[in-house]
């Protein structure tokens, strides 16, 4: 199993330029999430999804957008790209309903916008 | 609101001191809570994590305990060793789906 899969891993973006980091889970999970982690913080949640054709803003929305057409894909867009975007990203799947709902995380994705 | 709050936020101990960790959380109404450590510049490494019928989990040195009525998780690591120095997360995860991560604490073990 490759389990939860983010890519680019790296990328530099000029000032309003738009992008899409990609995630894709082969676990068959329901849930998925992102998070943006700035140095020396913790994890705040953007948008998450409970199912495919279901998403939810989270604790930081603003300037992303997500949609989650099948169970296995949830991107996270990048509109007009700003200098406070410059983080590291995360994406996380699991099971709600079957087993223990254990999180399980992709390596990361580092967004410089410049 | 699902707010959730670790403390201390650093810590730094000499090497074979036993220690705990604190996380608590508003909205008692929570499915799991899950622990994770992250090193440097690294993603996450699940640690431990405890469904909301329980009330401990144990691997190794490490056991976590939750008391859900009360809004606290405690990480308790046992004999700590320069190897433990990380950052430690707690994320319950609330009924809603909604998963939101405390702040952390960062942990230092001095050989």
């Known amino acids: 199993n490759a389990g939860v899969t983010q890519t680019p891993k790296f990328r530099i973006l000029k000032i309003g330029q738009s992008m899409t980091l990609q995630c894709t889970q082969d676990?068959?999970?329901?849930?998925m999430y992102w998070y943006r982690q700035d140095p020396g913080m913790g994890l705040k949640l953007i948008y998450y999804?409970?199912?495919?054709?279901?998403?939810d803003k989270g604790e930081v929305p603003n300037g992303y957008n997500v949609s989650r057409s099948t169970t296995e894909d949830f991107p996270l867009r990048l509109e007009l790209a700003a200098p406070s975007q410059t983080s590291v990203y995360f994406c996380?799947?699991?099971?709600?309903?079957?087993?223990?709902?254990?999180?399980?995380f992709g390596e990361g994705s580092r967004l410089t916008v410049l | 609101k699902q707010e959730v709050t670790q403390i201390p936020a650093a810590l730094s101990v000499p090497e074979g001191e036993n220690l705990v960790l604190n996380c608590s959380f508003t909205?008692?109404?929570?499915?799991?809570l899950q622990w994770f450590r992250q090193d440097p510049g690294k993603g996450l490494t699940s640690l431990l994590l405890?469904?909301?019928?329980?009330r401990e989990q144990t691997s190794g040195r490490l056991n976590a305990s939750l008391d859900k009525s009360s809004g606290r998780s405690t990480l308790y690591i046992a004999a700590s060793q320069p190897g433990d120095s990380a950052t430690y997360l707690c994320?319950?995860?609330?009924?809603?789906?909604?998963?939101?991560f405390g702040q952390g604490t960062t942990l230092q073990v001095k050989p």
């Open positions: 996380a799947s699991r099971n709600r309903d079957l087993g223990t709902g254990e999180l399980f």
């Open positions: 676990m068959n999970h329901n849930y």
């Open positions: 994320a319950p995860s609330s009924n809603t789906g909604k998963l939101i």
């Open positions: 909205d008692s109404a929570i499915y799991n």
């Open positions: 405890i469904q909301s019928s329980q």
């Open positions: 999804s409970v199912g495919a054709g279901i998403t």
